[in-house]
């Protein structure tokens, strides 16, 4: 993939933990996609879903995913 060409970044609040997260966008062989990344701002915890064709695609996964992490370590239910 090219360097990111824009990054989208945002924070939200879940269950009373600060998840962050932001959305880049770039090339990816002839299509222009979105990688998403979020993190538990207090853990430090991050996960990153690629390859996505929406930027808000790619955030929604994202943050999924680290919900399903901090769930399955405890972190949150």
């Known amino acids: 993939m ?3 060409l824009c990054v ?3 924070q939200l609040n879940y269950q009373g ?3 962050a ?3 880049k966008g770039g090339m990816h062989g002839l299509q222009w996609v979105y990688d ?3 993190w538990d701002v207090k853990s430090g915890i991050s996960v990153t879903d690629k390859h996505y ?3 808000q695609g790619a955030i929604e996964h994202a943050v999924k995913k ?3 992490v901090l769930n399955a370590k405890g972190f949150a239910s």
């Open 66 to 68: 680290l919900i399903d």
């Open 36 to 38: 998403g990344t979020a």
């Open 8 to 10: 989208f970044y945002f």
């Open 21 to 23: 997260y932001q959305a």
């Open 17 to 19: 933990r600060v998840i």
């Open 53 to 55: 064709k929406s930027k």
């Open 2 to 4: 090219l360097p990111s």
